[in-house]
């Protein structure tokens, strides 16, 4: 039998500080997060500068906890996989310049990243029998991607937002009628109290462009029903409002995804990315699925926020691909699938 690879992940993209121990793959021995959403919160979304410090203050004790979880040291490190993009650059070079620097000092192989591939790997991890081909719907605060999973590494993409990711869609609409930040998991709590039908909003079409998406029209849209229904003297019913505009993007993510596999043929299907948390998305996600015979993938909650689990996994793939990065390797805030 070939011996077990350990990979330590680091992720800092955006505004979590993760490190994990994950062997061969799909197996994690650790997964630490350290979130900085209660200091963001108080400025209503992140603020790249703080992020930057605070990954700079934690990353090292996030990586030692994560070995220790995992009753490993870096002697136990096959390579090192990091996040260099997409993301935000001040954030992204903390973990680039990290793993570099143990890459260096301890002459361990070093792995570059791609934020998205990490988020549809999560997949491999919450499914073991899970192998490409397949489709893939990453969802996330700053992306929107329909892809092909060709094979491992190897992606096709379908469509993207053209405007406002997901995710970016629920925080602005949740801190438009006051929820806060973020406002993903807040419109979902919110809209188990509401009706889905109350309030018509639209679904952004992108002209010809089947699989693309559009979410600024309907971010709009909600804006423009507040300030009416503010300006005629009208209290907001916010369980409706979140439900009603929830069920926008919904019905758009499921018409996108469920076209593709009923075009292509495709028979497994997967979601990723924070907003595959949602409550309503997965629900009607799944149903859509039974109802064709598509088997249906979605990771746990905490698989699909940014986590440095789902960052080792696909660096395994890659290491198993022989594939290396030099010291050379840079954070690349807008990198492309
Ligand atoms: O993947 P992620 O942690 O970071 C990025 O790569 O962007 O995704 C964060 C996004 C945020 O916009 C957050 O509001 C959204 O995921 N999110 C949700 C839910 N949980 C997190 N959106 C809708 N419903 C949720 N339950
Ligand atoms: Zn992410």
């Not at 094979?151 to 009628?177: I, P």
């Not at 089947?210 to 600024?216: A, E, G, H, L």
Request: overall charge negative; charged content about 20%.
């Amino acid at each position: 039998m070939s011996k077990d690879i350990t990979i330590l992940g680091i992720e800092s993209s955006c505004d979590e500080t993760a490190a994990a121990v994950v062997v061969n793959g799909r197996n994690v021995l650790s997964n630490e997060i350290s979130s900085q959403i209660d200091i963001h919160t108080l400025y209503g979304g992140v603020v790249p500068e703080i992020a930057s410090r605070k990954h700079t203050e934690r990353v090292n004790q996030v990586i030692r906890k994560a070995l220790e979880t995992a009753d490993r040291t870096l002697d136990d490190i096959d390579a090192i996989a990091v996040t260099y993009g997409p993301g935000l650059v001040g954030a992204l070079l903390i973990g680039v310049a990290e793993a570099k620097a143990i890459s260096w000092a301890r002459n361990i192989p070093l792995i570059g990243v791609h934020h998205i591939e990490g988020h549809i790997s999560a997949n491999y991890i919450a499914a073991p029998e899970l192998e490409p081909p397949f489709l893939c719907l990453v969802v996330s605060g700053g992306h929107t991607h329909l892809v092909i999973v060709k094979d491992y590494g190897e992606y096709e993409v379908l469509g993207r937002t053209l405007d406002d990711a997901a995710g970016e869609a629920f925080d602005k609409v949740a801190r438009a009628v006051g929820l806060g930040y973020p406002g993903g998991p807040k419109i979902d709590r919110a809209a188990r109290e509401g009706d889905p039908h109350a309030i018509t909003f639209p679904r952004g079409k992108v002209g010809e462009s089947r699989y693309d998406f559009s979410f600024s029209g309907l971010k709009s849209a909600v804006l423009n029903y507040l300030n009416s229904e503010k300006m005629q003297g009208r209290e907001v019913n916010v369980p409706d409002l979140a439900a009603s505009f929830q069920q926008s993007v919904v019905d758009v993510l499921l018409t996108h995804a469920m076209d593709a596999a009923d075009t292509l043929g495709i028979r497994k299907f997967a979601l990723a990315g924070g907003v595959a948390s949602n409550s309503a998305l997965r629900a009607a996600m799944k149903e859509a699925c039974d109802k064709r015979g598509i088997t249906f993938y979605c990771p746990p909650p905490i698989l699909c926020t940014d986590n440095a689990a789902m960052i080792g996994c696909a660096g395994y793939y890659d290491y198993i691909k022989g594939k290396r990065s030099g010291l050379d390797l840079n954070a690349i805030p807008n990198l492309m699938l």
